[in-house]
């Protein structure tokens, strides 16, 4: 099971308290849990896409570093982005690809 999320509440707790409390309770709480039905690694690749079509950017660093701990690879991701850019658009494309070549960095 996935370690429990805390960014909406370290984010925006005196904000919007109800919000964060969604976002860390339920959104990553209760159904990313959902293993049985999505795999963690099928949700990531799942949201990954959807941040990109949607052109989502600022969220799409952390949801690529959990992708990358959900075990996609640096390939399948360059794949994901590939397979995209025809269907969500090209700039989308080349803004993902440049999010994504600093998540999987060599290190």
């Known amino acids: 099971m996935a370690e429990k999320q805390t960014a909406g509440r370290d984010l925006l707790e005196e904000f919007a308290p109800k919000f964060a409390q969604l976002n860390d309770d339920v959104l990553f709480g209760e159904v990313w849990s959902r293993e049985e039905e999505l795999s963690p690694r099928d ?3 799942i949201t990954v896409s959807a941040l990109i079509a949607g052109g989502n950017f600022e969220q799409l660093t952390p949801h690529l570093q959990r992708a990358k701990t959900n075990g996609i690879t640096q390939e399948e991701v360059a794949e994901i982005i590939t397979h995209l850019s025809f269907y969500a658009g090209w700039p ?13 960095k060599k290190e």
């Not at 989308?92 to 999987?104: D, G, H, L, Q, R």
């Open 43 to 45: 949700r990531s690749m």
């Open 92 to 104: 989308k494309a080349w803004s993902a690809f440049n999010i994504a070549k600093e998540v999987y």
